[in-house]
């Protein structure tokens, strides 16, 4: 049986927003981050604009034309879903892990599915390994984390020139592009 006087309760964290130094946009190094990204699913952050979750910006919308939504990883995007947030600016979609891919999927799905043409960011556990992939699934803004260093991450997008698969930017597979060129 636990005894009662030996446990400890743990206090809450406090969770501030998190501004990102190191912003990839358009494939360039944002000279400023003016958005920061809030977890608290409680309370709005005093900073402003700023991305938080899903259900406090469902709430504040109309509101705050400040606030965008943060995207959770196991986030289902019904069409519903998408056409109430194809209304913000911006959307933000957290990876909590690097290994954690749902993002993609999330932003491949606004993109492609529900026509959504505003900023898509990836926030969390970004690595520049990754932004290649982000960049061809629809993200158009990543912002790396603090270890990462914003010049190879520059020189990790443009060092692919060919790609044979298809995705957001080039809708056909390079034996198509091939074909239609020889004919």
């Known amino acids: 049986m636990p005894n009662k006087a030996n446990e400890t309760t743990a206090e809450p964290v406090e969770q501030t927003p998190v501004h990102v130094d190191h912003l990839i946009a358009n494939g360039e190094l944002a000279a400023e981050n003016a958005w920061c990204v809030s977890y608290d699913a409680e309370a709005l952050p005093e900073q402003r604009p ?3 979750p899903l259900t406090l910006w ?3 919308q109309e509101d705050d034309e400040e606030l ?3 995207l959770t990883s196991d986030t289902e995007l019904t069409p519903e879903l998408a056409q109430q947030i194809g209304k913000a600016a911006a959307i933000a979609v957290d990876f909590p892990a690097f290994t954690d891919g749902r993002g993609y999927t999330l ?3 606004l993109r492609e599915r529900y026509g959504y043409a505003g900023e898509v960011r990836a926030v969390g556990d970004v690595l520049v390994d990754q932004l290649e992939y982000m960049r061809r699934c629809g993200f158009s803004a990543m912002a790396l984390r603090d270890d990462q260093d914003p010049e190879d991450a520059l020189r990790a997008l443009s060092f692919i020139s060919v790609r044979y698969q298809p995705d957001v930017e080039e809708r056909q597979a390079l ?4 074909l239609t060129t020889s004919e």
């Open 107 to 109: 932003a491949r799905l």
């Open 50 to 52: 700023a991305f938080v």
């Open 175 to 178: 034996f198509e592009r091939r």
């Open 68 to 70: 965008s939504p943060l």
């Open 58 to 60: 469902q709430a504040n």
